[in-house]
């Protein structure tokens, strides 16, 4: 199972394609939703948010887990 580069926090399905997503869609290494948030100066729950918009357009980077 992949972890986040930052602070080694095993990742979801959804937070890799969210890192892909929003970084780079080639990425290797990534970052969990509360490193991503910190990095972009957000919410966690706006990241989220993202999540839920993103599969809704159809992005096959996110499944329906949470």
Do not use: P, W
């Not at 948030?37 to 809704?56: M, P, Q």
């Amino acid at each position: 199972m992949a972890k986040c580069q930052k602070c080694e926090k095993e990742l979801s399905t959804n937070e890799i394609g969210l890192h892909k997503r929003l970084i780079n869609r080639g990425a290797e290494s990534y970052m969990c939703i509360s490193c991503l948030a910190r990095f972009f100066s957000c919410t966690e729950n706006l990241l989220r948010e993202k999540i839920v918009h993103y599969r809704n357009q159809g992005c096959t980077l996110f499944t329906d887990e949470d």
